[in-house]
């Protein structure tokens, strides 16, 4: 199995410019998060989902959207980028139930000069 | 407001040390996780506590959690330079399975 996989790894945008970051999962897991990481510091959850169709903002939404159409997919958009949005942004997914922790992407590492 | 605290959130400590990193809690849990990242790549879970006095190890790395005190410890036994990384804890808040993380600690182990 892949696990969850993010595309791309690198990405340098213009202020201003949008993006996609892609996040696949080929685990069948139905949660699914969207975190973003800036330098020296914890995660926190911008989106996440619990299931196809259903999205829900976390913590830190302000500049992004998300979509789930099918369980394996949650991409994360990025509307007129701005230099606060440069961070290392993490996909991950877990399955139902107690105690299986998730899984993470390797990560996304976006800078927006 | 639902909050996790490591602590320290640095340490660099010699080869051979013992040592140990503590996350505490403000909300009612019982699910904690203890995470690993390296520099510059993604993280990789070590420890799932599922209860009060829960303790998992695996190899230097002894996790234990009291739910009671709501505090969780990670504990380095003769701390060796490949466990250098930063550790996060993060709780369980019984909410569509979201986690909610501490800051992590950076941990620098020298030979």
């Known amino acids: 199995n892949a696990g969850v996989t993010q595309t791309p790894k690198f990405r340098i945008l213009k202020i201003g410019q949008s993006m996609t970051l892609q996040c696949t999962q080929d685990m069948n897991h139905n949660y699914m998060y969207w975190y973003r990481q800036d330098p020296g510091m914890g995660l926190k959850l911008i989106y996440y989902?619990?299931?196809?169709?259903?999205?829900d903002k976390g913590e830190v939404p302000n500049g992004y959207n998300v979509s789930r159409s099918t369980t394996e997919d949650f991409p994360l958009r990025l509307e007129l980028a701005a230099p606060s949005q440069t961070s290392v942004y993490f996909c991950a997914s877990t399955r139902q139930g107690v105690g299986y922790g998730y899984t993470f992407g390797s990560g996304t590492r976006l800078t927006v000069v | 407001e639902l909050k996790v605290e490591q602590n320290p959130l640095f340490l660099s400590m010699q080869e051979g040390k013992n040592y140990t990193i503590y996350c505490n809690y403000s909300?009612?849990?019982?699910?904690l996780y203890w995470y690993r990242q390296d520099p510059g790549k993604s993280l990789e879970s070590l420890f799932v506590?599922?209860?009060n006095g829960a303790v998992k190890q695996e190899g230097r790395l002894m996790a234990s959690l009291d739910t009671k005190a709501r505090l969780s410890t990670l504990h380095i036994t003769a701390a060796v330079h490949d466990l250098s990384a930063t550790y996060f804890c993060?709780?369980?808040?019984?909410?569509?399975?979201?986690?909610?993380w501490g800051a992590g600690t950076k941990l620098i182990i020298k030979p």
């Open positions: 909300t009612t849990s019982d699910r």
């Open positions: 993060a709780v369980d808040i019984d909410r569509n399975y979201q986690l909610i």
């Open positions: 506590l599922l209860s």
């Open positions: 989902s619990v299931g196809a169709g259903i999205t």
